[in-house]
């Protein structure tokens, strides 16, 4: 497995291919990434518009931020041409979705292999079916083979209500066991893992809640519905002033002649070993490539 360069991916956007008014907004929005839906944001009878608007948009002006395409399932009537136009639209990412085991991910690289696709087009994995949940630990290995484009698991958590039945319940409770696992699934494969939507968009309170709890989870940032949700979820999932001030302390304590290659040091009356300073030289250069781009 070899260490990905880190990307922030706070806040992750999706857009509906279909909708016009969302694409001619794109220059202006603030996201790490957005994510151009084929699948479920779009009815039908429009995929196939939906994909040539995809196309002409590539074409005329790429989104600034990272960008995915959703594709519709390759099982689908759609996914293979949707799988096909993404590759020539040369996105950073494609997002499969109703992934459920390591086989589906290997059909779609195996597909982008024989196109001769760049090894730098990744694979996003939607983790949205009851069976995607229990063979998670396939996912994370598949992640680990040297080759594998497999780059970000997504939390699809209306698909998992649905599928389900489950009532998530208050601070979703019911829903963040399976959320966990993706995060711990994530981590196996060196993956990024991303909390599902929130899709009552005008409560900003109970959206800056979900965002606190999605990282305490360990989520590398959020997927949003609305523009509304990109500021919050950006600061969010940036460090917090109070974390980069106590990384900086533990970078200093090591640094410091007296504690010159010691394993272990007390930093106000707490224990603070060489895995702390790991922690805290990995969130100090988190911040830094998030003010390198820019926001
Ligand atoms: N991306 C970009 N722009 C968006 C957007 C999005 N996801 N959602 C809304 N906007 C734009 C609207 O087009 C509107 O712009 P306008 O003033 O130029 O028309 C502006 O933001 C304000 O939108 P608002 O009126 O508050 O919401 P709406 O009723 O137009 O849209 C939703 C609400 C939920 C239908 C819309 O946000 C949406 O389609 N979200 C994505 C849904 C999706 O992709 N689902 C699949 C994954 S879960
Ligand atoms: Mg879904």
Redesign the pocket.
């Known amino acids: 497995m070899t260490a990905r360069p880190f990307r922030p991916r706070r806040s992750v956007?999706?857009?509906?291919a279909s909708?016009d008014?969302?694409?001619?907004?794109?220059a202006r929005?603030d996201c790490d990434a957005?994510?151009l839906?084929l699948?479920?944001?779009v009815a039908p009878d429009d995929k196939a518009a939906a994909r040539e608007r995809l196309r002409d948009l590539f074409a005329e002006a790429r989104p600034g931020c990272e960008t995915v395409v959703r594709i519709n399932a390759l099982s689908s009537a759609w996914g293979t041409e949707d799988l096909l136009a993404a590759r020539g639209m040369r996105p950073d990412a494609i997002l499969l979705p109703k992934v459920e085991s390591a086989r589906d991910i290997a059909d779609a690289a195996e597909a982008l292999d024989e196109t001769d696709a760049p090894a730098g087009l990744r694979l996003w994995a939607m983790v949205e079916t009851p069976r995607a949940v229990l063979r998670l630990d396939d996912l994370a290995e598949h992640a680990r083979e040297p080759h594998s484009r497999l780059d970000c698991l997504v939390a699809g958590t209306?698909d998992l209500v649905k599928d389900t039945g489950i009532e998530p319940g208050p601070d979703r409770r019911h829903l963040v066991p399976w959320l966990m696992q993706i995060v711990l699934a994530a981590r196996a494969g060196g993956l990024d893992a991303l909390d599902g939507?929130s899709n009552d968009?005008r409560d900003t309170a109970a959206f800056a809640a979900e965002c606190a709890a999605g990282r305490a989870m360990g989520f590398d940032g959020k997927?949003?519905?609305?523009?509304?949700q990109i500021a919050p979820a950006n600061a969010a999932f940036a460090p917090s002033q109070s974390a980069l001030a106590e990384a900086r302390a533990v970078v200093e304590a090591f640094a410091g002649p007296h504690n010159a290659g010691r394993g272990v040091v007390v930093l106000e009356g707490r224990m603070v070993e060489r895995l702390h300073l790991e922690q805290a030289e990995r969130l100090l250069a988190k911040a830094a490539r998030i003010a390198e781009a820019g926001s």
């Open positions: 956007l999706y857009v509906p909708n008014r969302a694409l001619a907004k794109l929005l957005v994510i839906d699948e479920d944001a209306n939507v968009f997927t949003l519905i609305h523009p509304a």
